[in-house]
């Protein structure tokens, strides 16, 4: 609580313990990147004031969405990691606000559980210009309003559920418009051990 001029901090549990209670450390003001592995309870209430925080990770949190979707207010964060930071099968409109993640450039989101997103606020995610789906191999449908993220240059998913790989295929993909203007798209296709391109 004395170091005042930390930038960087990480934490990690050991295996698949819970980590220490972190509500009665105070985090620097100026500090920009925020690392925590291991399950939580809840975020640290001190968490939403880090202004100043640009680069954040979340792994093996196991946290609800609404636990997490304070960090859509955190005005500086402009990469965000989530590796099985929330124990959900769905993702609502709730994380994705109009006007939260101001000046988020790149979201990577790890789940084994995610089955649906279901929407983005028209105006919502306004930098975004990187998207991954890591390991989400259950994910079924990319969520209403991706087409209107404009500033979206990369899409990235590994794997790509055969189903939603239909979805997504030009000329009859009943979600083709989601993702036709982003410029560059990187799927994985499982059933074909190759990776697919869908222009």
Not at 174 to 188: A, G, S, T, Y
Request: net charge neutral; aromatic share 8%; hydrophobic share 40%.
């Amino acid at each position: 609580m004395n170091m005042r001029g930390l930038l960087c901090l990480t934490i990690f549990g050991e295996d698949d313990k819970m980590l220490p209670t972190l509500n009665p450390f105070s985090p620097p003001l100026f500090m920009t990147e925020l690392c925590l592995c291991g399950r939580l309870v809840d975020l640290p209430d001190w968490i939403g004031s880090m202004v100043s925080l640009t680069k954040l990770k979340l792994g093996n949190s196991f946290l609800p969405e609404e636990a997490i979707s304070v960090l859509q207010f955190l005005p500086n964060l402009n990469h965000l990691n989530l590796i099985n930071a929330c124990d959900t099968k769905q993702i609502g409109k709730e994380f994705r606000l109009v006007g939260g993640f101001p000046k988020l450039e790149a979201l990577i989101i790890t789940s084994k559980n995610l089955f649906e997103w279901t929407e983005i606020k028209k105006e919502a995610l306004p930098s975004l210009a990187y998207l991954n789906f890591h390991n989400c191999s259950r994910l079924m449908s990319l969520p209403e309003g991706l087409q209107y993220v404009t500033t979206l240059k990369v899409l990235q998913m590994l794997p790509l559920h055969p189903d939603l790989e239909q979805k997504l295929k030009p000329g009859g993909g009943k979600e083709n418009n989601k993702i036709k203007h982003i410029p560059q798209k990187h799927f994985f296709s499982p059933s074909a051990l190759t990776w697919v391109t869908l222009e």
